[in-house]
């Protein structure tokens, strides 16, 4: 029997000729990512170590981009932390305020490659499994111990294949991909699983696409997700002066636990409805629900593809009278090409507002919290209760299509009428 991409990639990392789902593996990462102001308790851990030196700095990655700009005293003096951490370390993968989201800025900076091993303390560095790495999420202690190691134990995780076939029609997209996988395996479906997209469907995803469904993979308990490395895959590396990748593929006879094919051309617009990702119902099914506020952004959706995508559909049309509209590129790199493209001047002449690249509204810290209440239509990843700010809020999850269409009507729309005029 053949081996997984999860099997294959972590023998190697751990120096083995093979090893199998459930094994228990020494590693030592490619990556160690850390965000935002939290990441104070990760040098405090770190010190209380008795360690006074990173083992390898450049293997490490600190951005700040949750509290930003800082919003308390508590959050600007744990960037402080994190930027005078950086200097005494000699960490020159640091990205300050204002530079973006993480998952974005790892890709758009180069610093993340097939065949690799990125961990981060990040729920959603299943991002980068975009780029045919393995990238999971670890908590603040095991990343301490590894700033002090730079070595660290995983169980190798079984496997689900998800083949996609079909083509996307009009108003449809990759979140509602996601959406619908989530919303058949359930939350917890895919729970310490390494989940493989595979299939001729996935030729027409751009690495933008990959990032939105990697990244949300989490949201039904993967360790991680992997795209394999194909002509977009190059395409898109050619832009960084790189060494030589090491592209990973599944054997033919690999096992897994889980198939599940997937049509992308019986796909229609989704949503998750309050208050789990896995509630997952046909737009058309909600149309109509008033919504007080819709944002267009965050590490799932905040690329410039998404902007242009509710660019289009709000161009010579205002957001409704009763509604917030707000838009958070995902990185400044991103905000600029918006600019120059003219997408941010036709959101702003429709009525949105144009907040800094992070991640304020989507954990619920500033930029954008919603009242006792109100409903919001967000692009985010999650819609638990107080995840933006208030559990006495509703949040529903879509596509910036579905949410820029919700924002013109001040109700859940149906984006497809929009695509029909064009």
């Known amino acids: 029997m053949g081996f997984t991409f999860a099997e294959k990639l972590l023998a190697i990392k751990a120096s083995k000729s093979e090893v199998h789902a459930g094994e228990i593996v020494t590693v030592s990462p490619d990556r160690l990512m850390s965000l935002s102001a939290s990441t104070g308790i990760v040098i405090n851990l770190f010190y209380e170590l008795g360690v006074k030196k990173v083992k390898n700095p450049s293997k490490i990655v600190l951005i700040l981009d949750h509290e930003v700009p800082a919003q308390s005293i508590i959050d600007a003096n744990g960037h402080k932390m994190v930027r005078e951490f950086a200097r005494e370390q000699g960490i020159t993968h640091f990205f300050d305020i204002g530079e973006g989201i993480c998952h974005q800025l790892m890709v758009e900076k180069g610093l993340v490659s097939p065949g690799e091993l990125l961990l981060g303390k990040d729920s959603h560095t299943t991002t980068h499994g975009a780029l045919g790495a393995f990238a999971t999420p670890i908590d603040a202690t095991e990343m301490a111990c590894l700033w002090a190691t730079d070595k660290t134990w995983l169980r190798v995780p079984d496997s689900i294949k998800i083949n996609l076939k079909g083509k996307f029609k009009p108003a449809v997209f990759a979140k ?14 895919a729970t310490y699983m390494s989940v493989e997209f595979q ?23 993967a360790k991680n997700s992997v795209f394999f490395v194909d002509k977009i895959t190059k395409n898109f590396m050619k832009r960084f002066d790189k060494k030589e990748y090491q592209a990973i593929y599944p054997d033919q006879d690999a096992h897994y636990e889980r198939v599940l ?3 992308i051309n019986e796909l229609t617009p989704q949503i998750a409805c309050p208050h789990s990702v896995d509630n997952v119902k046909k737009v058309e099914e909600v149309e109509g629900i008033n919504i007080d506020q819709v944002f267009i952004g965050s590490c799932t959706n905040g690329r410039l593809e998404d902007i242009a995508i509710a660019a289009k559909i709000l161009k010579g049309k205002k957001v409704h009278p009763y509604v917030r509209l707000i838009i958070g590129p995902a990185s400044k790199e991103i905000e600029i090409a918006a ?10 002449q429709a009525g949105a507002i144009i907040i ?6 989507c954990f ?23 995840r933006m700010g208030n559990p006495k809020s509703k949040v529903f999850l ?14 859940i729309s149906d984006p497809r009428r929009f695509f029909d005029e064009k």
Not at 376 to 386: D, H, P, S, Y
């Open 364 to 386: 619920g810290a500033h930029s954008g919290i919603l009242g006792d209440g109100e409903r919001a239509i967000a692009t985010t990843n999650r819609n638990f209760k107080g």
């Open 356 to 361: 800094p690249p992070g991640c304020g509204p």
């Open 339 to 348: 600019m120059r493209k003219g997408f941010l001047e036709t959101l702003l």
């Open 176 to 189: 509602d991909l996601i959406l619908k996988i989530i919303g058949t395996i359930s939350s917890d479906g």
């Open 199 to 221: 299939g001729e469907g996935v030729s027409q995803l751009s690495i933008s696409d990959r990032m939105t469904v990697a990244n949300m993979s989490v949201e039904m308990g």
């Open 398 to 411: 879509a596509s910036p299509a579905t949410a820029a269409a919700s924002a013109i009507q001040g109700k």
């Open 261 to 263: 094919d997937v049509d």
